[in-house]
């Protein structure tokens, strides 16, 4: 099982990037002749280490660091009235 799990689900033809218990079920039992429930996977994971998480979304790295920078401070400095109403019309 743990085999299954750390391998990750776009590598074997998935259009999913993270398992779940009901994703992971179907499939260990195409591969194998016992036949699990999502419950019974959700356990059995529990018992191997894993947690179910929520995988976290960042745009981090993805992103243009610099110009993201540079837009932080021009929203700080808009917030707090310190750009001219020169620059806040164009």
Known sequence: MREAVETSPPSLGFGFSVWSAARLAPTWNGRRRSRLSADRVRRILHEEGFSSQRPKHTM??????????????????MKKG???M????S
């Open 82 to 84: 310190r750009l001219p």
């Open 60 to 77: 981090k790295g993805k992103r243009n660091e610099a110009a993201y920078e540079k837009a932080r401070r021009e929203l700080y400095r």
């Open 86 to 89: 020169l620059a806040m019309l």
